[in-house]
């Protein structure tokens, strides 16, 4: 299942359970017994999780309270995900920076780098095996040639994802460590709730907040610690509310908005490639992206509100004269702002805010424009 529709499915399952919650429960949980279960499985059912596949895993999409309900909470107070389906893993090795930089765009700056010779970064829950397999090949490559790196998949650790306003008070209640020295992006090893855990200032929702990788045999106890000192405030939060804080905040989704052939530069993204990085090259693609950085991608990726129906994947996106400029990748209802929202690709030069378009969405042709992203502000903890 792909993130563009998870906010769709969760409003079809609300809907449903009301109707006919036994057929529900057939339909949608028919592969249990096959899918991969994070650690807090049981903490989710107890807690009223609607479980459903995703990825390889049983999932929640959402609790008891609605999906819209959910986004606004994480906006106005906090959300507390699982996101444990998703590979933590560390590269080692006095060559680890220059192996790995081999391999992406990014400075590794913008990755974690724990040491010199430690890195620490997640990998996409769907793309986790072709990832270690592409990472595995090029590490035998370059150890063959006395490169001295080695690796270790953290599958003994679960990750838990606090965002929102209250992150930051409420996790302070659980460390030692004064979290507003802590700034967007940064890393450090620390005690929370009295066990070693590797703590990230990230997350994928636009909100303050924080990415903590627990030994899975303390991740319930934690999760159950921030619930309390949050008195209710901070919510356990699924994947439905998850898809729409992400896309109201104009984050990507590896399978929607980014895929194998995607650039940084048709994907907005090339603030994550440094003038080290683009002066010096040697990376994979690095050909290709670096001409697209000069000369400008054919196509790129843009914000749009739509008039109509919220915009689905591959919705078609057209000019004014009714000729195609290219297509929807991710869309749906904004809780925060009440309207239909949506990201995509057009050509190059119809991709200023405020260009005029038609989406087409089921046979018929809706208004839409293009606007700049993030729909809603994002609030990141960064140095004043």
Not at 4 to 19: D, F, K, P, V, Y
Not at 76 to 88: A, I, P, R, T, Y
Not at 102 to 120: E, F, P, Q, R, S
Not at 294 to 319: A, N, T, Y
Request: proline share 4%.
């Amino acid at each position: 299942m792909r993130g563009g529709g998870l906010w769709q499915l969760g409003q079809s399952i609300t809907r449903r359970l009301a109707q006919d919650k036994k057929t529900i429960v057939r339909r949608c949980f028919a592969s249990e017994a096959e899918l991969k279960k994070t650690v807090l499985y049981n903490f989710h059912v107890a807690n009223g999780g609607k479980m459903v596949p995703f990825a390889g895993w049983s999932m929640p999409i959402q609790y008891k309270d609605s999906i819209m309900d959910s986004t606004l909470n994480c906006r106005e107070n906090g959300s507390l995900f699982d996101v444990s389906h998703m590979c933590g893993l560390s590269l080692k090795g006095k060559d680890c920076i220059p192996f790995l930089e081999k391999l992406v765009v990014a400075d590794v700056a913008v990755i974690t780098k724990v040491t010199d010779d430690h890195i620490y970064l997640v990998v996409n829950a769907g793309c986790r095996d072709k990832d270690l397999a592409h990472i595995e090949e090029h590490m035998k490559a370059f150890t063959s040639k006395g490169g001295d790196v080695s690796w270790h998949i953290h599958d003994e650790r679960s990750l838990l994802a606090l965002q929102g306003p209250l992150a930051a008070p409420v996790l302070q209640h659980l460390t030692k460590e004064d979290l507003s020295k802590l700034y967007f992006s940064d890393f450090r090893i620390l005690d929370i709730n009295g066990v070693p855990c590797y703590l990230t200032r990230t997350g994928y929702t636009g909100e303050d907040g924080f990415e903590i990788s627990v030994p899975s045999e303390h991740a319930v106890d934690l999760a159950k610690a921030m619930l309390e000192k949050s008195e209710g405030k901070v919510r356990l939060t699924g994947l439905g509310a998850r898809d729409s804080l992400r896309l109201e905040a104009g984050l990507c989704l590896y399978g929607n908005d980014m895929e194998q052939h995607t650039t940084p530069v048709e994907a907005g993204l090339t603030w994550a490639i440094g003038k080290r990085r683009r002066a010096e090259g040697g990376f994979l693609g690095a050909e290709v992206i670096l001409k697209q950085i000069e000369q400008g991608p054919s196509i790129r990726r843009v914000g749009l509100f739509s008039s109509g129906p919220p915009p689905r994947s591959h919705s078609e996106i057209q000019d004014e004269k009714g000729q195609n400029i290219g297509e929807v990748t991710s869309g749906g209802f904004s809780p925060c702002l009440k309207k239909n929202i949506a990201m995509g690709y057009v050509k190059s030069g119809l991709h200023k805010a405020g260009t005029n378009v038609k989406i087409i969405i089921r046979g018929k042709s809706y208004d839409g424009s293009v606007t700049k992203m993030p729909f809603v502000p994002t609030k990141y903890y960064k140095p004043s």
